[in-house]
């Protein structure tokens, strides 16, 4: 299996053959690397954000989770008779709930350039050469980063999965304790 940094980096750099510091051949060689380096910069903000959402939403059903559980175990009397809907409805809140914590796990974006790396390589190169590489390691950034972004929504969705599976038994379990 390939590794998605790997393919995104052989992905990025396959064909590239700029040299640093002959005269114009970045901005005749690629007119709109502005508009794409704007672009890619763009696209890894845009991920950033809805990875910072995803996390919000997650604390949320986090919460409903915990005050879900928190009320089946205060009324655990009403489930001495039905026990099995009592354990039914918390095994699901507790998977969504160590799903939801698994979605929000810290994970390691990647975020170029590295300040060092910027400095000590490019800081007698030209300003077009720079922003070239630059705009080279986003775009294998942006592809890095989409792979973890998609692991962290297939966790958020089993938790929303586990939540609606809980509701779903949930509602019926109380018309048949009421009755």
């Known amino acids: 299996m390939k590794y998605p940094r790997d393919c995104a980096i052989r992905s990025v750099r396959k064909g590239d053959s700029v040299v640093g510091n002959e005269p114009g ?3 005749d060689k690629y007119p709109s690397l502005d508009y794409i380096h704007d672009r890619i910069k ?3 903000d845009t ?7 995803m996390d919000s939403k997650a604390v949320g059903i986090l919460a409903v989770d915990v005050a879900a559980m ?5 009324k655990e009397k009403y489930f001495v008779d039905y026990w099995y809907l009592g354990l039914a409805i918390m095994l699901f809140f507790a998977c969504s709930l160590v799903s939801c914590l698994f979605a929000i796990s810290a994970v390691k974006l990647h975020m170029p350039p590295n300040p060092d790396v910027l400095y000590n390589k490019y800081l007698d190169k030209k300003a077009d050469y720079t922003k070239y590489n630059v705009t080279r390691a986003y775009a ?12 962290k929504m297939r966790k958020f969705g089993f938790s ?6 809980a509701i779903i ?11």
């Open 70 to 74: 928190a009320l089946i175990l205060d």
């Open 47 to 53: 991920q950033l954000g809805s990875i910072k959402r």
């Open 140 to 151: 294998a950034a942006y592809l890095i980063n989409e792979a973890t972004l998609k692991r």
């Open 169 to 179: 038994v949930m509602i019926p379990s109380a018309f048949v304790i009421c009755l």
């Open 160 to 165: 929303i999965g586990f939540l609606v599976a």
């Open 42 to 44: 763009e696209y890894l």
């Open 25 to 27: 051949s970045i901005k």
